[in-house]
């Protein structure tokens, strides 16, 4: 049973004391002592039981006495660290302040601040959204989009803030739980993960992104090839809104992945639609498609088998070429994405080698801008929506992406961060001390789905709230008003500069002319063929 597991060796130890130190007593030397000792191991042991039984904190649920030094560090970690080591804004990988402003905007807690920036506002990089003397009044703060092409037959009104993709396998039965559970609360979407639609993403009724990777995780047949049928079953249930074609992701673009057979549980077996005990297998590519025109066309089959569903993909910016062979094939074509999803190089939930997580995708700004302006530059952007992920935990990190060209942000870690996530960084070794990342039953029993739930819903409406009065501070009404021009950043030198300059946006229509803007399409345009990924020589 789990109460006999060595994490409650704290729990037992006083609980034994509360017989020993009675005992001690009659022996007639320090008698005070031992009294002092039995009333406190009483005390503790109480608490102790009281951390098995309550529901609002996995740490103590599966740490009891113990894991109270967590929130008593956490208190002082802020006066130790102000005189001893870093400051609440150093991102190691998600700074202090970040994690705090989730946690408080999560639980309903005040999230201002006393006393004026912590941000050294004449450094170089430091970021600013720029007020109006003619501020707006925002009554509905329910900002939406509408997703779906001319081809589509079932658009999406989507939120601009959603749960980004994470697997269940990759996180715990009662994460994926608890956050479907604030999705259905809070109107918004979760996005699935490639690892297939759960029981556990079903069962609270949240709207569904269902994201699809190189495994066909939940529309595969025995061999590990495409399903019409397995496809079909799962696009068409009503809580599936939208279908994501993962082509890369920021965590580890370009490597695929295996999940071993002694984690191939019955459950996830179930979701991804492949034996028990036998290893999983994601590959670093699809065996759908090999070229730009083919990954159109499987968009295009998946609309129609989905019944005119949003169809997109996923990816991580490798090679500039690649991305414009997929632009050129949907000019060839005449086939193109409802949607198009750009995750950052900063990495994300999922475990990878350093050198991925350090050194392999490009960064979210500079993605999101070039496949922004490549469909201005190719006259297609008003028929394909843009989504954008990458560390965003506050509405000016929204408004700052949103300002780039993004029509909506997907998040995970601060989603995570929602439900109780410490930023362990234990994701990859099951030994998540929340029970959010792990298989471990014992210690994903911590996290209560009914608890946790309302937190999701709680940190996406608040921001939200945040987004929408930054919004009337700067004069706008809607987050699809901001533009580059909104966003101010103090360069080197100390001269102040816009994002408009800095990210420039580029003529509409312009490749279509064969003028070639920017060093990267000079050098990348020409080499894009869309018959194949492989570059012209």
């Not at 006083?14 to 009675?22: E, K």
């Not at 740490?59 to 006495?65: F, G, K, V």
């Not at 996923?314 to 050129?328: M, N, Q, R, S, T």
């Not at 074509?333 to 490009?362: K, S, Y």
Request: hydrophobic share 40%; charged share 20%.
């Amino acid at each position: 049973m789990h109460i006999f597991l060595p994490r409650y060796l704290t729990l037992w130890l006083f609980a034994a004391l509360c017989v020993i130190a009675p005992l001690m007593t009659r022996v007639g030397i320090a008698i005070e002592f031992w009294w002092a000792l039995a009333a406190l191991s009483w005390f503790l042991t109480l608490v102790g039981i009281h951390d098995l039984r309550q529901s609002q904190h996995a740490t103590l649920r599966n740490y009891p006495i113990l894991g109270h030094m967590r929130y008593i560090l956490e208190s002082l970690r802020p006066a130790v660290r102000q005189y001893f080591f870093e400051n609440d804004t150093d991102p190691t990988p998600f700074s202090r302040e970040s994690r705090s402003l989730v946690y408080q905007r999560a639980k309903q807690e005040i999230d201002k601040r006393p006393f004026g920036t912590l941000e050294n506002v004449y450094g170089e990089d430091y970021e600013w959204i720029n007020h109006s003397m003619a501020p707006t009044k925002i009554t509905d703060q329910d900002f939406r989009i509408t997703v779906g092409g001319p081809d589509c037959t079932q658009p999406y009104s989507l939120s601009v803030l959603n749960i980004s993709a994470m697997s269940f396998g990759a996180l715990s039965a009662n994460a994926i739980l608890a956050l479907n559970t604030g999705a259905k609360m809070g109107h918004f979407a979760h996005d699935t993960g490639e690892g297939g639609i759960s029981t556990y993403h079903r069962q609270p009724g949240g709207d569904l992104i269902w994201n699809i990777g190189s495994g066909y995780f939940g529309c595969r047949d025995e061999n590990g090839h495409f399903s019409e049928t397995h496809f079909v079953a799962n696009a068409t249930l009503p809580q599936v809104k939208m279908i994501e074609i993962k082509l890369s992701q920021g965590a580890k673009p370009g490597h695929g992945g295996i999940l071993p057979g002694s984690k191939v549980t019955a459950e996830i077996a179930m979701a991804r639609g492949v034996k028990i005990g036998e290893d999983c297998n994601s590959p670093s590519a699809h065996s759908e498609f090999s070229t730009p025109a083919g990954l159109l066309q499987f968009v295009q089959r998946l609309r129609r088998l989905s019944g005119g569903k949003p169809v997109g993909f996923k990816l991580c910016i490798g090679h500039p070429w690649e991305w414009f062979a997929i632009a050129k094939a949907m000019l060839k074509t005449g086939i193109t994405p409802d949607f198009i999803v750009v995750d950052g190089g900063e990495g994300g939930t999922g475990a990878a080698p350093i050198e991925f997580v350090d050194h392999v995708g490009t960064p979210l700004r500079d993605a999101l801008t070039l496949v922004h302006n490549t469909l201005i530059g190719i006259g297609m952007r008003d028929r394909i929506k843009l989504g954008a992920s990458g560390k965003i935990t506050s509405s000016f990190d929204m408004a700052r992406i949103l300002a780039l060209g993004a029509d909506w942000c997907n998040s995970a870690r601060a989603f995570m961060f929602a439900i109780g996530c410490i930023q362990a960084q234990q994701c990859h070794t099951g030994r998540c001390p929340t029970g959010v990342a792990t298989q471990d039953a014992d210690r994903q029993r911590g996290l209560v789905p009914m608890d946790k739930g309302p937190r999701v819903a709680h940190f996406h409406k608040n921001t939200l709230h945040a987004l929408a009065e930054l919004l009337q501070a700067a004069g706008l009404k809607h987050p699809d008003a901001l533009t580059a021009k909104h966003i101010a950043v103090r360069t080197s030198g100390n001269k102040v500069t816009y994002m408009s300059t800095l990210y420039r946006e580029m003529k509409p229509g312009i490749l279509l002319t064969g003028e070639l803007p920017s060093p990267v399409y000079e050098s990348g345009w020409p080499m894009a063929d869309p018959d194949s990924f492989q570059p012209h020589s």
